[in-house]
């Protein structure tokens, strides 16, 4: 079992910034494929960005491109989102998600919320 801690959630207005932590304590962080996800009310979990270990290799949703960055720093065992120019259409639960092979773990979520 892999715990995932996440925080860094808040309440910021539109154009403004925050950045997400996700530490796997305990863990060899490296080999795991990290990602966060986003869920807001009434829509279905989204993938928002995904960082592998070779590389390191990123992706992105279309709709955060350009504005969020992952990273990771697999000696604090911590994976990152940083989130610019946010937009009241960001507002979700953010997820951390850990993925090895046939396993996959979940964070408890932290609530971002773009609002004036």
């Known amino acids: 079992q892999v715990q995932l801690v996440e925080s860094g959630g808040g309440l910021v207005q539109p154009g403004g910034s925050l950045k997400l932590s996700c530490v796997a304590p305990?863990?060899?962080?490296?080999?795991?494929?990290m990602s966060w996800y986003r869920q807001a009310p009434g829509k279905e979990r989204e993938l928002v960005a995904i960082?592998?270990?070779?590389?390191?290799?990123?992706n992105y949703a279309d709709s955060v491109k350009g504005r969020f960055t992952i990273s990771r720093d697999n000696a604090k065992n911590t994976v990152y989102l940083q989130m610019n120019s946010l937009k009241p259409e960001d507002t979700a639960v953010y997820y951390c998600?850990?993925?090895?092979?046939?396993?996959?773990?979940w964070g408890q979520g932290t609530q971002v919320t773009v609002s004036s």
């Open positions: 305990g863990v060899t962080f490296s080999v795991y494929t």
């Open positions: 998600n850990a993925r090895v092979g046939r396993y996959e773990f």
């Open positions: 960082i592998i270990t070779a590389g390191p290799t990123t």
